[in-house]
Structure formats: C-alpha cells, structure tokens
C-alpha cells in the first residue's frame, strides 16, 4: 500500500538520498502496521512485492521498522506529554511521523536531531495534511531536548 500514486513514487525514489527513501518506507510500513495491524514480516513482505522502490538504506529501513514496532508503548509515552491532543486524536500519517522521529531520537544517536526532525517534517509535508508538518515540527522542537539534552545543550552554545 503506497501513500502516494506510483508515477509520482517512481519520481520521487530517484531524486532522493537512500536514507530518505528508507524514512519514507518505514512511514509507509508504520502507518500499514497502525491501520492493518500487520507485522513487521508482513510488512516487508509486501514491501518487496512493490516496484519503483527505488534505491533506499535496507538495513536502515529495517531498522526503523522494527525499532517502532517494538518500542511504540515507550515512543508513545515520551510524546504524551508534547501532545496537544489524544493520541487517538492525531491523524494516522501525524502519529505514525512522530513515532519514526521518537524512535530516531531516543535509539538512533548517530542522527543529529536537527536531521531527525528536519526529516520528519519533510515526511509530513510529502505525506500528511494541510498543516500537520507544523503540528510535527511543534512536538519534536519540545521532545528533542528532553531525550538528547547533552547534544541540544552543546549546539546551544
């Protein structure tokens, strides 16, 4: 299940760095695992089964995956308090975004949290509503110093 249409998908795989490609599948494969209720084997499965993937970060994609998946109670408690709403309040593509970006935060330190959100906001604009992005933006400006105080401090100064 794409998100956007396939001539459109083929267009936007190329243009793109294979990090961001895997950010954008692991959204997809998120919001499949959040509406379908699918595994994380289900979901690579069908992945597979896609054309015009484009060149895209495997082991990353992967990995984000299967890190939300796993961890979504933890992801889910360290955004509660940043939320303006419910969580089952926020649009699917909203939440399936700020559970990718908790998770690249908490769990993917190498990923300077600028780049995470950054990235996440990017996911929204390309996947979600009309101003979900600012929503986006909003909660990880107030998650990233809890979670990566030591980085945020230093870029402070």
């Known amino acids: 299940m794409s998100l956007i249409p396939e001539a459109a998908?083929?267009?936007n795989a190329v243009q793109k760095s294979p990090r961001h490609r895997a950010r954008e599948l692991a959204l997809?494969?998120?919001?499949q695992w959040r509406v379908s209720g699918s595994d994380a084997t289900e979901i690579?499965?069908?992945l597979l089964g896609e054309k015009n993937l484009g060149r895209y970060d495997k082991p990353?994609?992967?990995?984000?995956?299967r890190g939300v998946l796993a961890?979504?109670?933890?992801?889910?408690?360290l955004l509660t308090p940043y939320l303006d709403?419910?969580?089952d309040e926020l649009s699917t593509v909203e939440?399936?975004?700020l559970l990718?970006?908790?998770f690249e935060l908490a769990h993917q330190l190498d990923v300077p949290y600028k780049v995470v959100i950054n990235e996440a906001v990017e996911l929204a604009k390309t996947f979600g509503g009309t101003d979900g992005h600012k929503y986006v933006n909003g909660v990880l400006d107030k998650l990233a110093p809890k979670v990566r105080a030591v980085e945020f401090a230093n870029n402070r100064k």
Not at 28 to 31: A, E, F
Not at 71 to 77: A, D, K, R, V
């Open 9 to 11: 998908a083929a267009k």
């Open 28 to 31: 997809q494969g998120v919001y």
């Open 44 to 46: 690579e499965a069908h």
């Open 60 to 65: 990353m994609y992967s990995k984000l995956l």
């Open 71 to 77: 961890n979504q109670e933890e992801l889910q408690i």
């Open 85 to 87: 709403r419910a969580l």
């Open 95 to 97: 939440f399936s975004v």
């Open 100 to 102: 990718l970006a908790a």
